[in-house]
């Protein structure tokens, strides 16, 4: 299972948060993947902020990555306020990205 979250998280940097046009991996915006069940991935996601507009069109662009996969079938995709995201989180290659924003 290592190998298919690994694969979900590595898929899920085709979504892209349109403000600041860096994938969500690399935003530090997925907190954990999961696999719980054959066929089914849990996401757990914050946003940057409480308010952010386009918190429907992130979960949605989440979710559909991970039903486009062929492994999975089943996608619970859930947004979590704790810890806040900081830019902390940002991967190197995502704080590299926002530099240049």
């Not at 349109?18 to 914050?46: C, F, Q, S």
């Not at 308010?51 to 949605?60: F, Q, R, T, V």
């Not at 559909?64 to 619970?76: F, P």
Request: charged share 30%; hydrophobic share 40%.
């Amino acid at each position: 299972m290592t190998e298919l979250k690994e694969k979900i998280r590595e898929n899920l940097k085709t979504v892209i948060d349109p403000e600041l046009n860096i994938n969500v991996v690399d935003l530090g915006l997925i907190y954990e993947v999961d696999v719980p069940e054959p066929r089914t991935a849990k996401i757990l996601m914050t946003l940057t902020t409480p308010g952010c507009p386009l918190h429907d069109s992130i979960a949605s662009g989440i979710k559909y990555c991970v039903l486009g996969m062929e492994e999975i079938d089943h996608a619970d995709v859930q947004l979590t306020w704790e810890p806040a995201w900081t830019p902390d989180r940002m991967t190197e290659d995502g704080k590299r990205l926002l530099q240049g924003f």
